[in-house]
C-alpha cells in the first residue's frame, strides 16, 4: 500500500545546497530568486554550505549541511538534490556533498556557476581531476548557463547527450522603468567585484593553482579618467561591490577624479535597484564570466551595457544591437565604447530599450517552469529504478540544452 501512496505524490522534494544568503554575489541570487518564486509542483529547501562568517563558524555550518542531507535522505525526505558549485572551496565542500549523495544512491542535479572553473580545473593535480571528472559525470544532470559553457563540461567530463542542460540565469523584470530622455548629468555603474579574487589558502598554495577573477574595475576606473573632458564633465561613475575598495579609492585620488567617481559597498536587492533605476548606463568589463546577474539585471531596468566577450555573455548581448562589446583589458576600446554612450542619447536609450526587450524571456516566471520539469524529469528517472514517485509527463515544459 505504500508504495501505491508513494507513487501518487503530486510534489517533488528538492534539497538545495549553496551559499548562505549572508555573502553577496550571483550565485546567492539565482538561489533567492528561486526561494522567493516557489512553484507548488515542488518543496525545496534551502542548506548553506559557507555563510559570511569566521573559519570556525563555517567549519561548523558546513557540518550541519552534512547532517541535513543524511538525515534528509535516510528519513526518505528527499527526491531530488540540487547542488549550486563554483570553484575554489565551493568545489572542496560540495564534492564531499555529493560523494555522500551518490554512496547512498541519490538523483543530483549540479548546478555550475564558476567564471574561472575551466581554470581551476586545469590546474588540479591529476588524481584531484580525476576525481572531479567522476563525481560530475556521475550526477543525474548538471545545469550550465550557456552554451559554451555546456560544450565545456560536456566534452571535458565526458557527459552523456542531454546530461548538460543549459538554464540562463534567471532575473526579475520591472513593471516599468524611468524615462531617461534628455538628462543632462549621466549616471555609470559597475556593480561587482572591485580587484581580483584569487590566491589560495595556505594549505593548498603548493598543491593547487587558484586562478583570479577580475570584473575589470580597475579597467574602469583608468579607462573613464581618460575620457575626453567634454564627456566626463558631465558623467559620473559609481561602483558598488565588495573586494580590493581602499586600492580603488586610493586609485580615485591618484587620478582627481574624487568628485567624478564614488564606490559604494555591496547593496541589497532594493538598494541595487535604486541604482539602476537612476542610471543611464551600465559597464562590467570582466575577464572571466559565467553569466552575471548584474548584467542581466541592468538589461532589465533598460540600461544599454558595456561587457565584454566572455562566458555565457556574447549568447546574450550583440555587439550593437542590445549592448556594446570591448575586449577584456582593451581600454582604448572601453573609453570609445563610453564616449558613444555619453554623446549619442538616441543610441544610449534604443540600447537599452533593445536590453530589456531581450531579456523579457529569462523572467524569473519562465525560470522556474524549466526548472521544475527538470526536477520532475530526474524524480522520474529515479522512479524508474525504485518506484517512488511519478509525476506526469504532460506537466513538463521543453528544457534548452
Not at 88 to 97: D, H, N, P, T
Not at 162 to 188: D, H, M, T, W
Not at 289 to 313: D, K, Y
Request: neutral net charge; glycine residues 8%.
Amino acid at each position: 500500500m505504500s508504495s501505491i501512496i508513494d507513487r501518487q505524490k503530486s510534489i517533488i522534494k528538492v534539497l538545495m545546497f549553496g551559499t548562505g544568503f549572508s555573502i553577496q554575489g550571483g550565485i546567492t541570487s539565482v538561489e533567492q530568486l528561486i526561494m522567493n518564486n516557489p512553484s507548488e509542483k515542488v518543496r525545496i529547501e534551502h542548506v548553506p554550505t559557507i555563510v559570511r562568517g569566521t573559519v570556525s563558524e563555517n567549519i561548523l555550518v558546513f557540518a550541519r549541511s552534512i547532517q541535513r542531507l543524511v538525515w534528509k535522505i535516510f528519513t526518505k525526505d528527499v527526491d531530488v538534490i540540487h547542488i549550486h558549485f563554483a570553484e575554489r572551496g565551493s568545489m572542496l565542500r560540495k564534492s564531499i556533498l555529493i560523494s555522500i549523495g551518490l554512496l547512498l544512491r541519490q538523483s543530483i542535479i549540479l548546478h555550475a556557476h564558476g567564471a574561472t572553473f575551466q581554470e581551476f580545473y586545469a590546474g588540479l593535480p591529476q588524481l584531484a581531476q580525476k576525481i572531479v571528472k567522476f563525481l560530475i559525470r556521475s550526477c543525474s544532470k548538471i545545469i550550465v548557463l550557456s552554451e559554451s559553457w555546456q560544450k565545456y563540461y560536456s566534452s571535458q567530463f565526458d557527459l552523456a547527450p542531454g546530461q548538460a542542460v543549459i538554464l540562463y540565469n534567471p532575473v526579475e523584470i520591472p513593471v516599468s522603468i524611468p524615462n531617461r530622455l534628455g538628462r543632462q548629468q549621466l549616471k555609470l555603474v559597475f556593480l561587482g567585484r572591485i580587484g581580483k579574487r584569487g590566491g589560495a589558502l595556505d594549505l593548498a598554495k603548493s598543491l593547487i593553482s587558484f586562478p583570479k577573477q577580475d570584473k575589470g574595475a580597475f579597467d574602469l576606473i583608468e579607462a573613464f579618467a581618460a575620457l575626453p573632458a567634454t564627456s566626463r564633465q558631465h558623467t559620473e561613475l559609481v561602483l558598488a561591490g565588495n573586494g580590493d575598495l581602499a586600492a580603488a579609492n586610493q586609485l580615485i585620488t591618484s587620478l582627481g577624479l574624487e568628485d567624478k567617481i564614488s564606490i559604494l559597498t555591496w547593496l541589497n536587492p532594493k538598494q541595487r535597484d535604486k541604482l539602476l533605476a537612476s542610471a543611464d548606463a551600465f559597464i562590467l568589463p570582466s575577464y572571466h564570466e559565467g553569466l552575471p546577474m548584474s548584467m542581466l539585471e541592468s538589461m532589465a531596468w533598460g540600461l544599454p551595457v558595456i561587457v565584454t566577450p566572455v562566458g555565457g555573455i556574447p549568447e546574450v548581448i550583440r555587439d550593437g544591437g542590445n549592448g556594446l562589446l570591448v575586449e577584456p583589458g582593451h581600454r582604448e576600446q572601453l573609453v570609445q565604447a563610453m564616449t558613444q554612450l555619453i554623446e549619442d542619447e538616441a543610441l544610449r536609450l534604443s540600447l537599452g530599450l533593445a536590453a530589456r526587450q531581450s531579456i523579457a524571456h529569462y523572467d524569473i516566471r519562465n525560470y522556474m517552469d524549466s526548472l521544475v520539469s527538470l526536477y520532475v524529469s530526474v524524480a522520474n528517472q529515479s522512479a524508474e529504478i525504485d518506484g517512488t514517485i511519478q509525476i506526469p509527463s504532460s506537466s513538463q515544459n521543453e528544457i534548452s540544452r
